[in-house]
Nanobody, 127 residues
């Protein structure tokens, strides 16, 4: 059974940091890329970052460049999203997702690219 389990969300003040984790099981981790998406109330789901487990290439949406860092521990089948200098506008439910479409990673921001999704973890940034 494929599972993606997010953890690490919570409440933090603006300027603070959180590290999200996405633990994967049930598929060959090295053959997939893992993306992080977020969805704020009343807004569409937005691609935040993505990492290819096969070659380590990374992608970020402009709004988080320089603040968020995505990394992968292939031995643990886990992807992390280190979020620094958090802003109230980062408040959202954060989801991780897995895609086997490694040749189409230039399209990483599109949720339709992904095969599996986690249940999400809430991140709230207070001002």
């Amino acid at each position: 059974e494929v599972q993606l389990v997010e953890s690490g969300g919570g409440l933090v003040q603006a300027g603070g940091s959180l590290r999200l984790s996405c633990a994967a099981s049930g598929f060959t981790f090295d053959d997939y890329a893992i993306g992080w998406f977020r969805q704020a109330p009343g807004k569409e789901r937005e691609g935040v970052s993505c990492i290819s487990s096969s070659d380590g290439s990374t992608y970020y949406v402009d709004s988080v460049k320089g603040r968020f860092i995505i990394s992968s521990d292939n031995a643990k089948n886990t992807v992390y999203l280190q979020m620094n200098s958090l802003k109230p506008e980062d408040t959202a439910v954060y989801y991780c997702a897995a895609t086997s479409n490694l040749l189409l990673l230039r399209l990483w921001v599109f949720s339709s690219l992904y095969d599996y999704w986690g249940q999400g973890t809430q991140v709230t940034v207070s001002s």
